[in-house]
């Protein structure tokens, strides 16, 4: 097999440059009409909590306060996500409480503090969203207090309906799928090349068949 140099290849992109052009074209467009019509958008509402845990009456926090806090965290995210929290929101909103985790994609996270609490919830409909992540917020709460006898968990944001959607990411998508494309039609392009044994030009006589051409015949017309 005749290996290709670099001019080779960009001979054979120009020759089928209706290729490298037409199949980028039609995954773009494809990909617009999938993302902004076929796709139903999806919103993600967030509620922040924040956990502290005082251990005496002072009004001054410690450091101690703030240890056993964190340590807290990790129980108190499991709680969020138990039966007894996401069954009672989900009566209250008319839900399936046994696939309303599922559904609704509802995560519970800590970013960069240990003692901040982040309840995630994803929906179609953007209000919907917010209001049960801060409804999930409000039980837990309650449960925290009930179980635990302690009011040590408190609002830091509630939950406002998303103006922008989570998902999908059209731009992203649009770009890999063009990007694809044009990297599929270059590869198909070089392939359909090679595939082709069809002798054209005189450099293809020499390169192919290692002969020289004594004359060539001109191509006319005939009257």
Do not use: C, H
Not at 46 to 51: F, H, K, Q, R
Not at 160 to 169: I, N
Not at 207 to 213: R, W
């Amino acid at each position: 097999m005749t290996e290709l140099t670099l001019r080779d290849i960009f001979k054979i992109l120009l020759r089928r440059i209706w290729l490298i052009v037409l199949l980028p074209f039609v995954a773009v467009v494809a990909a617009t009409l999938l993302v902004y019509y076929v796709i139903v958008p999806v919103y993600t509402a967030t509620a922040t909590m924040y956990v502290l845990n005082k251990q005496s009456a002072e009004s001054v926090i410690n450091y101690n306060d703030l240890q056993s806090s964190a340590l807290l965290t990790a129980d108190y995210r499991e709680l969020v996500l138990s039966k007894r929290v996401l069954s009672k929101v989900a009566k209250e909103y008319g839900l399936d409480p046994t696939a309303m985790r599922q559904n609704f994609g509802i995560e519970v996270t800590s970013a960069n503090n240990p003692r901040v609490i982040e309840i995630s919830v994803t929906s179609s409909d953007p209000v919907l969203a917010a209001n049960l992540a801060n409804s999930i917020g409000k039980e837990f709460s309650s449960i925290v207090i009930e179980i635990m006898d302690a009011n040590n968990v408190s609002f830091v944001d509630v939950a406002e309906p998303p103006m922008e959607p989570s998902a999908p990411r059209k731009l992203m998508i649009i770009t890999v799928a063009g990007l694809a494309a044009l990297m599929l039609a270059m590869g198909l392009a070089i392939l359909l090349e090679t595939l082709n044994t069809t002798i054209r030009t005189v450099e293809d006589v020499e390169k192919e068949l290692g002969l020289s051409v004594l004359a060539r015949v001109p191509r006319f017309e005939v009257k």
